[in-house]
């Protein structure tokens, strides 16, 4: 089956200690990309990637970080995770390689920092 | 730079009301266009694209190049219909980048 995985699905986390939030697509997509999801903002992006070692700021990249060292898998990184980084976290992945791909998204993950 | 507008955060209807839900985009050339639907905090899905033409649970949406608009309709709005709506947009053939930009979303809310 297609899919997009992410994990952990929840995490409640002190702010300071460093995670990860992995992500896993099983479709050989080029296209990989983080969101955020908070109340009466939508969904915003953090980082995207295109192909394997290229990755890009999205909108609000500030404290995340990235790596796509295989197709298939692109964690997104917290290094000092902060309250305001509580949130919804979805990830996506997308063939890429023509206009207008559909964007698939994985099941999110639950973020609490405090 | 392309931009898209849902200019409400909240929309709410009876069942069996006609729904409308806004979207506006900004963008030069010829863009591409979507509906992604978020049920009760799921992952978000395709719901339709105008490309395709087709009507997805009774919802369509029609491309206005004139008034930049892309909104999403249904004639008669079902409990069911409750949730999250965000447009999308991707740059078309004449762009390059097929990097999608959402709107901020429109919760839609079916009363019984």
Redesign the interface.
């Known amino acids: 089956e297609a899919q997009?995985t992410q994990n952990p699905r929840y995490l409640i986390t002190v702010t300071g200690k460093k995670l990860t939030v992995t992500c896993s697509q099983n479709m050989n997509h080029e296209?990989m990309?983080w969101?955020r999801q908070d109340p009466?903002?939508?969904?915003r992006?953090i980082y995207?990637s295109m192909n394997v070692e290229v990755t890009d700021k999205g909108d609000v990249p500030e404290g995340y970080k990235v790596s796509r060292k295989e197709k298939r898998n692109f964690p997104l990184i917290l290094e000092s995770p902060s309250p305001n980084q509580t949130s919804?976290y979805?990830c996506?992945s997308?063939p890429?390689?023509?206009?207008?791909?559909?964007?698939y998204?994985?099941?999110?993950s639950w973020l609490t920092v405090v | 730079a392309q931009r898209v507008t849902?200019p409400e955060?909240l929309l709410s209807v009876f069942k069996g009301a006609p729904v409308e839900l806004k979207c506006n985009y900004s963008y030069s050339g010829s863009p591409?266009l979507?509906w992604?639907v978020q049920y009760s905090?799921?992952?978000?899905?395709?719901l339709l694209?105008h490309?395709s033409r087709e009507s997805i649970k009774g919802f369509t949406a029609d491309l206005n190049k004139g008034e930049t608009s892309f909104h999403l309709k249904k004639p008669f709005a079902q409990e069911e219909d409750s949730a999250m709506y965000?447009c999308?947009l991707?740059?078309?053939?004449s762009?390059?980048?097929?990097?999608?930009t959402?709107?901020?979303?429109t919760s839609l809310i079916v009363h019984p």
Request: hydrophobic share 30%; glycine share 20%.
């Open positions: 997009v296209y990309s969101y009466g903002l939508g969904l992006q995207y919804l979805f996506a997308s890429g390689t023509e206009v207008g791909n559909t964007i998204f994985g099941e999110g | 849902q955060k591409e979507f992604y905090r799921q992952r978000l899905q395709l694209r490309i965000y999308a991707s740059e078309g053939p762009g390059g980048s097929y990097i999608p959402f709107g901020r979303g």
